[in-house]
């Protein structure tokens, strides 16, 4: 998708010399174009890699959805020449483009493809990211190999983690109430190769991540029984129960260097309070003590705290962010459920009736997405650009991706009804 403004319509000519996997015959050529291009709102041009029908497209679309907004049409070189972009910096400058991408993509032995890629600041005239990335040759594996090149794209010139190589847990439930299968999945955050990770009949509850994304935490009720959580690579089929405690073990978080987790536990006297699970010498000691119940903690990446809701007896939940160092909780915001925080601890997610609401981590709202129905509960993407939630309406439910920016959605396929889905970093 290409977006222009009106303005700086410009005549442009420009000459650059052009590899021969791009002129039409086996000898290099001068390229000279002259044609009208108005300044582009897009501040990445991806020049169509050489060689390649597949991975420029890729590119180009996730890019063009963050707020840096991307453009592979109409532009004023078609080169795989880092030096040619160089040498005309000015025309990309003049044309609104801050950052040029450009690569080509060739076979390797072992039907394997290399796609090398330079990404060009115009403004410091420099190279900021230059890899090279191999792939299978499938169409399946080629795009894969366009989202991590976008991801690692985005963090060239954000300094922070992109979306698009991610997944997406979710729990999926089929039958009835009484008699239900749960299934904990795993999809791509592009809405493909969603596999099973654990099943059980009764339920899945509260995943989460470790911070390296290596692991995944989750509670699991099976029928007739109490929650207990589960601790269990992505990779593997087996799980380890890492709660065996009598009550209610729920809402599991993991510390930054992922040796340790919260959890709400009502262990002692059917009263939930936050607990944290040493994972390698097995200790717990319990965080909070207030009467009613507190529920849903998750760690500040900094390890000076965590944030969790607690109703003090009352039922209504609000939102607090308990500080290690004094022992001291803080009350951030009223009528919170379900929340969960950015990977770099600037925003929350929570739930508000039916209301998504991004908060700062002093509770102040930031921006309020009106989502109705029942089972809300949202995780940010890797650059908190983007929220995951699921949304049960009229028996339908739904995985639902939104940005944060532009406020528009994609729904991903899905079976069943779901709940509860985190993104992982």
Do not use: C
């Amino acid at each position: 998708m290409n977006k222009f403004s009106q303005l700086a319509i410009a005549t442009i000519t420009v000459m650059a010399s052009i590899s021969p996997a791009i002129a039409n015959d086996d000898t290099d050529k001068v390229w000279v174009a002259t044609q009208q291009i108005a300044q582009s709102s897009d501040r990445i041009a991806i020049v169509p890699f050489v060689g390649d029908t597949v991975v420029t497209d890729v590119v180009t679309a996730n890019l063009d959805g963050t707020e840096l907004g991307a453009s592979s049409g109409n532009l004023p070189q078609r080169t795989a020449s880092t030096n040619d972009i160089l040498a005309n910096l000015s025309t990309w400058r003049n044309l609104g483009y801050d950052y040029v991408v450009i690569g080509k993509s060739h076979s390797i032995v072992g039907n394997k493809t290399a796609i090398s890629y330079d990404v060009i600041d115009t403004k410091a005239a420099k190279v900021i990211g230059s890899q090279t990335q191999v792939s299978d040759t499938n169409t399946a594996s080629l795009k894969l190999a366009g989202h991590q090149i976008s991801d690692k794209i985005y963090q060239a010139i954000t300094g922070k983690s992109g979306d698009f190589g991610s997944i997406i847990a979710y729990v999926e439930e089929t039958g009835t109430p009484s008699n239900k299968t749960s299934r904990l999945k795993l999809i791509d955050a592009t809405g493909q190769n969603a596999r099973t990770l654990f099943t059980v009949t009764g339920s899945i509850l509260t995943p989460t991540f470790s911070p390296d994304g290596s692991r995944i935490a989750y509670a699991v009720q099976a029928k007739n029984g109490l929650p207990v959580i589960h601790v269990q690579s992505i990779n593997s089929t087996h799980s380890e129960v890492v709660t065996p405690f009598w009550g209610h073990n729920l809402a599991p978080s993991f510390s930054a260097d992922g040796t340790r987790l919260l959890f709400s536990g009502s262990h002692e006297h059917n009263n939930p309070n936050i607990y944290e699970l040493n994972l390698t010498t097995k200790t717990l000691k319990a965080i909070t003590t207030q009467n009613g119940a507190e529920n849903s903690p998750s760690y500040l990446p900094d390890g000076s705290g965590f944030i969790y809701t607690a109703d003090n007896g009352t039922r209504s939940q609000s939102l607090y962010r308990y500080q290690f160092a004094n022992q001291n909780a803080t009350r951030i915001a009223l009528n919170a459920t379900n929340p969960r925080l950015s990977h770099d601890g600037s925003k929350i997610a929570y739930v508000a009736g039916q209301d998504i609401i991004i908060a700062n981590v002093s509770g102040s709202t930031l921006q309020r997405i009106k989502v109705g129905g029942t089972e809300i509960s949202a995780s940010f993407s890797p650059s908190a650009n983007r929220i995951v939630y699921a949304q049960s309406q009229g028996g339908q439910s739904k995985l639902v991706i939104h940005n944060l920016a532009s406020n528009q959605s994609t729904t991903l396929p899905t079976t069943g009804q779901v709940r509860e889905p985190v993104w992982s970093k």
